[in-house]
T-cell receptor
Framework: AQKVTQAQTEISVVEKEDVTLDCVYE???????LFWYKQPPSGELVFLIRRNSFDEQNEISGRYSWNFQKSTSSFNFTITASQVVDSAVYFCALSEEIQGAQKLVFGQGTRLTINP | KAGVTQTPRYLIKTRGQQVTLSCSPI?????VSWYQQTPGQGLQFLFE???????NKGNFPGRFSGRQFSNSRSEMNVSTLELGDSALYLC???????????FGDGTRLSIL
C-alpha cells in the first residue's frame, strides 16, 4: 500500500530563516506522482507542485524549492528566507492510480509557524 | 476562472440525522474527489467521480455516498450521522488522472 510520512509534526522558526519540510513515501509503482499542498487557516488546500517519478530534477519557484530523490524515496520542500505568510500546514501527497481512477494519499502534515 | 465551490461552509447536525454536501468543480474539470479531514486521522480519501461514475471509493462505511451530475457538480451524502463524522469535508476537482487536484474551502460538519 502507498504511504507518505512527514515526520515533522510542527516546526517553528523566526522570519527570514530557511526551513526544510521532509517527506518520505512508499510505493510499489514504477510510475507515480508526488504533490505538495499548503493549508492556511482558512482550510482550503492550495496546490504547490506536482512531480512525476521520471523527473528527478530539482525545482525552484521563487523562495520555494523541491528536492526529489528517488533513491531515498524522499521529496523534500525548502522555503528560503521564510515569511510570516508562509505559516500554514503543509501536506505531501502521493497519487495512487487504480484502474484509471486516482486518489491522493496524504502525509499527516507539518504545521509550520513563522514568527516575526 | 472560478475555483471549486463547496456549500454550505458550516453545518451543525445531531446524531442520527443525514446531511448532503455540495461541490461545484472548476469549469472543464470532470473529475471530482471527496476527502475527510480530522485531527486524528488526517486527510482520508472518500470517493472519486468522473463523468457521473464512481471510479474509486475509500475505506468508509456505506453511510457515506455520493453522486455526480451531468454538469460535473457533485454531492456527498452521509446518513445516520455519528459523532465521529465531525470533520472538514473537502472536495477537489481535476482535469484527469494524476493531474493536480484543486480543492475547495471545505464544509465543516459538526455533530452534536
Amino acid at each position: 500500500a502507498q504511504k507518505v510520512t512527514q515526520a515533522q509534526t510542527e516546526i517553528s522558526v523566526v522570519e527570514k530563516e530557511d526551513v526544510t519540510l521532509d517527506c518520505v513515501y512508499e510505493t510499489r509503482d514504477t510510475t507515480y506522482y508526488l504533490f505538495w499542498y499548503k493549508q492556511p487557516p482558512s482550510g482550503e488546500l492550495v496546490f504547490l507542485i506536482r512531480r512525476n517519478s521520471f523527473d528527478e530534477q530539482n525545482e525552484i519557484s521563487g523562495r520555494y524549492s523541491w528536492n526529489f530523490q528517488k533513491s531515498t524515496s524522499s521529496f523534500n520542500f525548502t522555503i528560503t528566507a521564510s515569511q510570516v505568510v508562509d505559516s500554514a500546514v503543509y501536506f505531501c501527497a502521493l497519487s495512487e492510480e487504480i484502474q484509471g481512477a486516482q486518489k491522493l494519499v496524504f502525509g499527516q502534515g507539518t504545521r509550520l509557524t513563522i514568527n516575526p | 476562472k472560478a475555483g471549486v465551490t463547496q456549500t454550505p461552509r458550516y453545518l451543525i447536525k445531531t446524531r442520527g440525522q443525514q446531511v448532503t454536501l455540495s461541490c461545484s468543480p472548476i469549469s472543464g474539470h470532470r473529475s471530482v474527489s471527496w476527502y475527510q479531514q480530522t485531527p486524528g486521522q488526517g486527510l482520508q480519501f472518500l470517493f472519486e467521480y468522473f463523468s457521473e461514475t464512481q471510479r474509486n471509493k475509500g475505506n468508509f462505511p456505506g453511510r457515506f455516498s455520493g453522486r455526480q451530475f451531468s454538469n460535473s457538480r457533485s454531492e456527498m451524502n452521509v446518513s445516520t450521522l455519528e459523532l465521529g463524522d465531525s470533520a472538514l469535508y473537502l472536495c477537489a476537482s481535476a482535469t484527469g488522472v494524476n493531474q493536480p487536484q484543486h480543492f475547495g474551502d471545505g464544509t465543516r460538519l459538526s455533530i452534536l
